[in-house]
């Protein structure tokens, strides 16, 4: 069954099978790998799942259409199947087993992309060089200009439609940093841990979009009239690129049936990463904030992890539902992500400002963002009615509305929250209440030991030192915010749309050479890094599987719970037990 927003004369590369057999077999076999890392979890690190400590509808919508593009899938059986594996190893692994399935999806997703960029730059027989892409780009411009670009170029960041892409992705992106998965993690961290780690994955994380435009971004520019391409002798469609197939479309053109194989796999590992750490995250939201503070505030462990269970489940369906929706109409995920900012970004000065202004009143924190996004949503529909004729899907989505929108968005949560503050009184919230938080008696929980129970309620307040340290980690990350900000955003792109320069030879290749090392560093300290940082926690459980003696034990004596959890306390990818308040 085709719908309108998956309808194409493209032959799909590779059988139905392959799409069913990424999505069920690959998704089992994370699954019982997290149920594995529980079980092991619990047995060596003195850790049950427990309770569970904003889903985005964008992961299955755009999931299902690369699968169905590649495989003929069914679409909707690709929407309600990818689900499925990660509701399972979230429900068997909770927060820590998904992230150590982040790690191995990320992982395999560099490993593409560094295949990537030497197919496409140095072995392809359709392009293979840096010398032969420019080539390409440069007649891809000659046979079809660019309107707003200098020169009409693809080789330039002069571009006024760039420009305006630019501010929408910089207000979505600002939006999505409410997103509630994207701080659970700190909160489950080391203190200390949480500052570089997001230095650095975010600069890490960089190399993903830089790479794949780079690569088969402009591959797909460059091929696209050449008989290799799958829609050759077409063009491709404005839905196809909104559905984000040029990448597929170019990988197979590079690669061939691997090639496609090669996007469904590093679809997959992407979908299924983001989707798991959203709904721990919803589950975690509706469990405590919700049901645990509001619906029955003295709920056992038990109870609330049958709670957050029933929220994984429960979400899951209503964002399969939604998706399921959304794939029956011409909705591509470049549309979801373009006008996301124009319903989030209200919320951003507001949930920042419970945490970096005190004096914020509840009023503000409650109207602020309902109020800014009515306010940008009818700024946005109002202005593609001014501007276009009318209120559709396409006139919705161009430039200028989706800029009116977000940017509304943004600035009415600004205004909003400081009008309510200041009209019905400014608040002095007492942090110190954060000391006296309830820990949760998970004595009711099938598997917790008498000391798993004791070191969970036990609650490590932080020491005078590790305030400071905190404060000045406030600090230095507002610094190394604003200076990463002025790099990416003013110093690197301003000047080469100002002087509306055009690439030269000589600087494209320089420019991948850039990309290169922006892949093989990104890399390396995503896939070493953590190793490193849990080295003493890797060696003692080598040494129990092993059943090695531990230092000042005899040969054959397996360490200790009390060496392990000193082993954890050196390492600094996360808290092994305790709360630090």
């Known amino acids: 069954m085709s719908s309108p927003a998956t309808a194409s004369d493209v032959p799909a590369p590779l059988a139905q099978g392959a799409g069913y057999g990424v999505i069920i077999g690959i998704g089992a076999l994370f699954a019982f790998g997290m149920w594995a890392i529980a079980v092991l979890l619990a047995k060596f690190q003195n850790e049950v799942q427990g309770t569970l400590g904003h889903t985005r509808v964008n992961i299955l919508v755009g999931g299902s259409a690369v699968f169905t593009a590649l495989t003929g899938m069914n679409d909707l059986a690709a929407v309600w199947l990818l689900p499925v594996g990660v509701v399972i190893y979230t429900l068997t692994g909770g927060i820590k087993a998904t992230i150590l399935t982040d790690y191995v999806h990320t992982m395999v997703i560099y490993a593409m992309i560094l295949t990537g960029l030497f197919v496409v730059y140095c072995r392809s027989s359709l392009i293979g060089s840096p010398d032969a892409m420019y080539d390409l780009l440069k007649a891809a ?39 509630v998965q994207l701080f659970q993690k700190a909160i489950a961290a080391n203190p200390a841990s949480t500052l ?49 197939l040029p990448f597929p479309y170019a990988a197979q053109a590079l690669m061939g049936k691997g090639g496609s194989f090669f996007v469904l796999l590093m679809t ?50 209503c964002m399969a539902v939604i998706a399921t ?72 989505s161009t430039i200028l509305p989706l800029v009116i929108g977000n940017g509304t968005s943004l600035a009415c949560g600004v205004l909003y929250s400081i009008i309510c503050t200041y009209v019905f009184g400014p608040e002095d919230f007492d942090w110190e209440r954060f000391k006296t938080v309830r820990a949760v008696d998970d004595s009711d929980v099938h598997g917790v030991s008498k000391e798993q129970l004791e070191q969970q309620l036990k609650r490590e307040l932080l020491s005078p030192e590790e305030e400071r340290g905190l404060r000045r980690g406030k600090k230095q990350g507002i610094v190394l915010a604003a200076v990463l900000c002025a790099i990416f955003v003013v110093l690197w792109p301003l000047p080469m749309y100002g002087t509306r320069y055009i690439f030269s030879r ?70 092994g037990g305790g709360e630090k308040v």
């Open 196 to 244: 570089p780690g997001y230095m650095i994955g975010g600069l890490a994380w960089f190399a993903i979009p830089f790479c794949l435009a780079t690569t088969f971004g402009l591959a797909a520019r460059a091929l696209e009239t050449n008989p290799a391409f799958p829609t050759y002798p077409r063009l491709m469609t404005a839905v196809e690129v909104s559905q984000g």
């Open 506 to 575: 000589g600087f494209f290749v320089g420019w991948v050479v850039v990309t290169f090392l922006i892949a093989w560093a990104a890399s390396l300290v995503i896939v070493l890094m953590p190793i490193w940082q849990g080295r003493h926690t890797l060696k003692v459980f080598w040494k129990y599987i092993m059943g090695a003696g531990e230092k000042g034990g005899t040969d054959g004596e397996r360490p200790s719970m009390e060496t392990w959890s000193e082993s954890m306390k050196t390492d600094t990818v996360g808290r």
């Open 141 to 179: 411009a000659q046979r079809a200009p660019v309107p707003g670009n200098s020169g009409g170029e693809y080789l330039t960041m002069s571009s006024q439609s760039g420009v305006l892409l630019g501010v929408v992705f910089w207000c979505a992106v600002f939006g999505s940093t409410v997103d």
């Open 325 to 396: 929706g959304i794939t029956r109409t011409t909705i591509g995920v470049n549309y979801l992500v373009t006008c996301m900012g124009v319903f989030t970004c209200s919320m951003v000065f507001p949930m920042y400002s419970t945490i970096l202004w005190r004096r914020q009143n509840r009023p503000a924190i409650i109207v602020a963002p309902i109020a800014g996004s009515l306010t940008a949503i009818a700024c946005w529909l109002l202005s593609a009615k001014v501007l276009e004729g009318s209120i559709t899907i396409d006139t919705t």
């Open 268 to 317: 997959f590992m992407a979908c299924t990463s983001g989707f798991s750490a959203d709904i721990v995250a919803v589950a975690s939201v509706f469990t405590y904030d919700i049901y645990g503070a509001y619906v029955n505030p003295d709920a056992t462990g038990g109870r609330l992890l049958q709670m957050s269970h029933a929220a994984v489940v429960v979400w899951s369906v």
